[in-house]
């Protein structure tokens, strides 16, 4: 099962011509779960992967930054005469925000749910599941943690022959769980092994939550608005420096971190060196760069970097983050 990320918006509150904001496609076979999503959303999705039909939203908190981009995309999914129903997920009070712009996307002839979750609730996907996990931002606010299912051990067919069980369906047999011959599954497959974990703290101080959901996880997303010589202003902002965001990744064992809710002031490569000092296995993408997550058997995460045409660098003035 294909598992892959894609950062449609890497900025902190405000926007620049080479970073959007706030939102991450996570690709999982056909579904398409959309975490945040910030104003011009929908048009970084047609830019780079294309505005596909999500399956389900989840918003990590109600700053403006991290959810204005969701009604147009709503209505622009009307428009394309979808018909599949859409949830979206998010903290106490986004039922009462998304009845407050309801002008702005009623009359959807697709059902659109709204759920508000709690600490620790787990909405259950087909093989995988994703949790709300509590984070210390301002006001309410979560990360989320996509966890497979454990998958079956590995089927020793040469060993299984060797034993006496023929080649063809008695495999299959084997591998339901039947004994065949005298083997038993037990002697020929081997443990259970656990599907793959990837977190997204959405905003929020480094915080034992996120640490305890992201331990030896696949993939840490993180958010890294500032670095260290801003260690004050991002304690009083909420946010996390990514030398915390680094320590936060090492301490919980991470295969790969991932920093995004990039400040303005930054152009990435000072956050990754800073991190890197910290945890190496630190990238910082760029819009529309996406992570391949294989299974951990088979290779580790990799970031690939987006070869379409791209905006220009500039510079710009600091935002207050949010």
């Not at 703290?201 to 500032?226: N, Y």
């Not at 002031?265 to 630190?282: D, I, K, N, Q, S």
Request: glycine share 10%; charged share 25%; proline share 7%.
């Amino acid at each position: 099962m294909d598992l892959s990320i894609v950062f449609a918006g890497t900025a902190g509150s405000v926007p620049s011509a080479r970073r959007g904001l706030p939102a991450t496609l996570i690709r999982r076979g056909s579904d398409r779960l959309l975490i945040d999503c910030g104003e011009g959303t929908q048009r970084q999705l047609v830019r780079s992967v294309g505005l596909a039909d999500i399956t389900d939203v989840f918003l990590t908190h109600l700053h403006n930054d991290h959810w204005l981009g969701l009604p147009g995309m709503l209505k622009s999914f009307d428009l394309r005469d979808r018909e599949r129903p859409l949830t979206v997920y998010g903290p106490r009070g986004t039922g009462k925000l998304m009845e407050a712009v309801r002008f702005a996307w009623r009359g959807t002839r697709y059902p659109i749910d709204v759920v508000d979750l709690g600490p620790g609730d787990v909405v259950r996907c087909d093989g995988y599941e994703i949790e709300a996990i509590p984070v210390q931002h301002r006001g309410p606010a979560f990360g989320y943690a996509l966890v497979e299912d454990a998958r079956p051990g590995r089927f020793d067919a040469e060993l299984a022959q060797s034993l006496g069980v023929p080649f063809g369906p008695d495999f299959g047999r084997l591998q339901r769980g039947e004994t065949v011959g005298g083997v038993t599954p037990e002697q020929v497959i081997g443990p259970e092994r656990p599907g793959r974990r990837l977190v997204f703290s959405g905003d929020t101080r480094p915080c034992e939550a996120v640490a305890a959901a992201a331990h030896e996880a696949d993939l840490l997303v993180h958010e890294a608005t500032f670095a260290t010589e801003e260690a004050e202003r991002a304690h009083q902002t909420g946010h996390s420096t990514a030398a915390e965001a680094a320590a936060l990744a090492r301490d919980a064992g991470v295969r790969l971190l991932a920093l995004t809710h990039i400040s303005a002031r930054y152009g990435g490569r000072e956050l990754r060196e800073e991190a890197r000092a910290v945890f190496p296995a630190t990238e910082v993408p760029r819009d529309f760069d996406s992570i391949e997550v294989p299974f951990p058997e088979k290779a580790a995460p990799e970031l690939i970097r987006w070869t379409g045409s791209s905006p220009r660098p500039e510079t710009v003035a600091a935002e207050a983050p949010s």
